[in-house]
């Protein structure tokens, strides 16, 4: 009886395949990485774009990736607890509340991208400067025409799936 391999010789090779597997992988180790320094990738994301918009709404900033406001009320209340982001009150509008990193929120977020180059330069590892360029702009092209919005996470803009239910 003679072994046939399994997989790998009739894998496809098509575009959608391709993406999802690096996708997932690529998503996969990033999380391991990060849990490194207690955090996950949508508390890493939202301390990414507190400091771009600092002094924004909770809700502008919710909007600004897609997460639903109930997930994003979520992630900054853990975020505050653990002293990584305040809320102060809005300049204009005392009724909303502006979003700030701490200092401990700044030191956490620097470590977090360090993390997030050592992975980046992990995924491309045997890649050329100009093949690296190239294909992030092809990326960001179906990106842009499939209207998928730059910096937009589908691990924040999905509602969280509940394990065991």
Do not use: C, W
């Not at 395949?17 to 690096?22: I, M, N, R, T, W």
């Not at 360090?114 to 702009?137: C, F, P, Q, T």
């Not at 179906?142 to 209207?147: A, L, N, S, T, W």
Request: aromatic letters at 4%.
């Amino acid at each position: 009886m003679s072994k046939r391999r399994v997989g790998g010789d009739k894998a496809p090779s098509t575009l959608g395949f391709l993406l999802s597997q690096v996708g997932t992988y690529a998503s996969r180790r990033f999380a391991e990485r990060i849990a490194a320094l207690d955090l996950h990738p949508p508390l890493f994301r939202v301390l990414n774009v507190v400091d771009a918009a600092e002094g924004q709404s909770q809700h502008a900033i919710g909007e600004a990736i897609q997460a639903p406001a109930s997930r994003m009320v979520a992630i900054v209340d853990e975020l505050a607890e653990r002293g990584l982001v305040e809320r102060r009150p809005h300049p204009s509008d005392r009724r909303i509340h502006a979003l700030y990193l701490t200092s401990e929120g700044r030191k956490l977020l620097a470590r977090g991208r360090k993390v997030a180059m050592e992975h980046e330069e992990e995924l491309m590892r045997g890649m050329s400067a100009s093949d690296r360029e190239r294909l992030i702009a092809l990326l960001q092209k179906i990106v842009d025409e499939q209207g998928i919005g730059r910096g937009v996470h589908p691990g924040l803009s999905e509602p969280e799936v509940k394990k065991g239910k």
